[in-house]
C-alpha cells in the first residue's frame, strides 16, 4: 500500500475533523507538553521512496559495506605497497592500475580503499582526501588539465599552473587519492598519448604531498570481457609499467585483474559485515544471503550482480532494525 493509500484509509474512518487548537494568548509561553495525536505503524511493502522517508538513508558504513566483498587479492597487495613506500621524511606517490571488465565496478574497489582500508593502514594516521573519479580530459596535448581538475578539487585557485599546483598539493598535510578510468574508446583518440604523458609525469614524482603523507592515484583500465586490439595495446601498457626505475618514494602496482565473484566470497563477506556495521544480527539474518544469491549449483558471477543483491538484501535488514512509526494527526 502506498503512502497516499495508507493515509486516505486512516482518513476514511473519520471525516470529521478536530478543531485546531486555540492559539496561545499573547505573553504565554508555547510549550508542547500536550497529548500526541494517533501512531501509526505503516507496513513498506514496496513503497520505494517511502522506506527512506521513514527509515532514514542509509548510513555511510551501510553502503560502504558491499564494496567489503572478496577483492583480498588487490588490496593486500595495495596496502603492501603503501607501507613500504611510507616515510616520515618525504611525501610518497603511489600509482595503482586496477585491471577488469565494466562489471567488475572499478570504482568499488576505490571507494573500499579510500573510505575503509587507508583510513586504518598508514602509520600517520591522518584522514584521507578523496576526490572521487576525475573525469578524464578527452582531446587534451598535456596532463596539465588533469592536474587542473585536482587543483579544482583541492579548492586551489583557478589562476594556478603547473607549479603552483603541485606546490599547493604538497602544502595541505593531508594524504590524497583520485582515479581515472580509461577503456578502449579513451586510449584510441590519441593512441594512448595522453595516459602514456600522465603516467610518466605521476611516476616522475613532481606531484607529491608534503612529508609523512601519501598521494594514491588509480588508474582504473577497462577492458572487454573478450580482448580486441585495443585491449591488447591496453594490457601491452600496463606491463610496460613495471619496467622502469622510479625515484624514491614513487611506486607503481598493477593489481590481480578483478575476477568474478565466488559463492565462498560472500559466505566470508556476511561475517565481515556484521563485524564491520557492528551489528551481530547481520550476520543472523543474511545467513542464507550466499544460498540465495547464487542458487543451489552456484558458478561465479560478475560483481555488480553480486552487488546489487547484497545492496538490496542489506537494506531490507537494517531497515527492520529501525523505528517505522508516523505521526498522523486527524
Excluded at 571507494?111 to 584522514?127: M, Q, S, Y
Excluded at 542458487?295 to 550482480?305: K, S
Aim: charged residues 20%.
Amino acid at each position: 500500500m502506498g503512502l497516499r493509500a495508507a493515509l486516505l484509509n486512516l482518513w476514511s474512518g473519520n471525516r470529521t475533523a478536530a478543531p485546531p487548537p486555540a492559539r496561545p494568548e499573547a505573553g504565554t509561553v508555547q510549550n508542547y507538553h500536550g497529548s500526541i495525536g494517533n501512531l501509526f505503524n505503516i507496513d513498506l511493502g514496496d513503497a520505494g521512496d517511502l522506506g527512506q522517508l521513514l527509515t532514514g538513508p542509509a548510513s555511510e558504513k551501510e553502503a560502504l559495506a558491499p564494496t567489503l566483498i572478496d577483492r583480498v587479492p588487490q588490496t593486500n597487495a595495495l596496502l603492501e605497497q603503501l607501507a613500504r613506500i611510507e616515510a616520515p621524511g618525504r611525501g610518497a606517490a603511489l600509482l595503482v592500475v586496477v585491471p577488469g571488465c565494466v562489471s567488475d565496478l572499478h570504482n568499488a574497489l576505490v571507494l573500499r580503499c579510500a573510505k575503509v582500508e587507508f583510513a586504518r593502514a598508514t602509520a600517520n594516521g591522518d584522514p584521507w582526501l578523496y576526490l572521487k573519479q576525475l573525469e578524464w580530459p578527452e582531446g587534451a596535448v598535456s596532463v596539465d588539465p588533469i592536474l587542473k581538475s585536482i587543483g579544482d578539487e583541492l579548492a586551489l585557485p583557478k589562476s594556478y599552473r603547473r607549479a603552483e599546483i603541485e606546490a599547493g598539493v604538497c602544502a595541505l598535510g593531508r594524504n590524497i587519492c583520485f582515479s581515472h578510468l580509461i577503456d578502449g574508446p579513451l586510449w584510441e583518440q590519441d593512441e594512448g598519448a595522453l595516459l602514456r604523458k600522465w603516467t610518466d609525469y605521476f611516476l616522475g614524482g613532481s606531484l607529491r604531498p608534503s612529508p609523512g603523507h601519501v598521494m594514491v592515484g588509480f588508474l582504473c583500465v577497462q577492458l572487454e570481457p573478450e580482448r580486441t586490439a585495443v585491449c591488447r595495446k591496453l594490457e601491452g601498457f600496463i606491463r610496460e609499467l613495471g619496467d622502469r626505475e622510479l625515484p624514491e618514494g614513487v611506486a607503481a602496482l598493477t593489481t590481480a585483474i578483478l575476477n568474478p565473484i565466488l559463492q565462498s566470497h560472500l559466505s566470508q563477506w556476511v561475517s565481515k559485515a556484521a563485524t564491520f556495521l557492528e551489528d551481530e544480527l547481520v550476520e543472523t539474518e543474511l545467513l542464507d544471503l550466499p544460498v540465495n544469491v547464487f542458487g543451489a549449483n552456484p558458478v561465479p558471477r560478475p560483481f555488480a550482480d553480486v552487488y546489487k543483491a547484497v545492496r538490496e538484501a542489506l537494506a531490507r535488514t537494517v531497515r527492520h532494525h529501525r523505528p517505522q512509526f508516523m505521526e498522523i494527526r486527524r
